[in-house]
């Protein structure tokens, strides 16, 4: 499976994994920091302008990270999950550990679904309830979600119409299929075994005020992996890279160059 990738810059490589239904588009904003780093933003299969394929698994998305940073030679890399992408590049660690210097977790959870040992993520039945309301209407349901991204009051006009016309308009929507099969990720993915296994340094970044993953689902990623620290976004909900791209940016480049 041949991912489709835009870069940009030179340096320490830099991996943007979008989350579900998304695109690499999503990390527009952080553009600006190609002259810090060697940016590799990633459209995950079916997603983008990569091609479709038969099966969308969590596995099938971390092999293919896998693949590219082999076909790259990446090594020293940094790699950056946001929402879905963070189960991605979690599930993908242990193959990709001796090509890594760190990773950025940002709006994730180890666990989507929560249950009896995991109350920090959504109900099972709404993960199903999005299904169902994907087969009556895609493109309405789509819409709804992308809005369910930001928090009250998050968003002026002018920054909701620039995210409209470079993140969304810019891009190209997801393969259906691609869509529902990843559905599936959300309501059965479990990474919490691996977190302790971790041994590089995460940043782990969440917006204080979202509702598609609670932040208390990336307090319990800060609390497992050994190595990590949390930076939360105060008045941002699911996307704070996209909505407070100075500070995020600030944030990333810091930690980058930490390493």
Known sequence: MTLHFQETGAGRPVVFVH????SG??????????DAARLIFVDLRGHGHSAPASSYTIDDYASDLAALFEE????????????????VVL????????????????????????????????APVEVKGMGLRLRRDHQK??????????????????????IVH???????SADHEAVMQSLNILSTADLREGLPQVDRPVLVIHGEQDTVCPV??????????????????????????????????????????AL
């Open 19 to 22: 989350g579900w239904a998304m």
């Open 25 to 34: 588009r999503a990390w527009r904003f952080q553009q600006e920091l190609q």
């Open 72 to 87: 790259l030679a990446l090594q020293d890399a940094v790699l950056v999950g946001w929402s879905m992408g963070v189960q």
């Open 91 to 122: 599930q993908a660690f242990p193959a990709l550990r001796s090509r890594l210097a760190g990773m950025v977790l940002v709006g994730g959870n180890a666990r989507y679904a929560s249950s009896d040992d995991y109350p920090h993520g959504k």
């Open 141 to 162: 349901t789509m819409g709804d979600f992308f809005k369910g991204m930001f928090a009250e009051g998050e968003l002026d006009h002018d920054l909701y119409q620039r």
């Open 166 to 172: 470079e993140i969304v308009l810019g891009g190209r």
């Open 216 to 257: 208390a689902a990336s307090e319990y990623l800060a609390q497992h992996l050994p190595m990590a620290r949390l930076e939360k976004f105060q008045g941002c909900g699911h996307a704070p890279f996209m909505t407070r791209p100075e500070r995020f940016n600030v944030v990333l480049r810091d930690f980058i160059a």
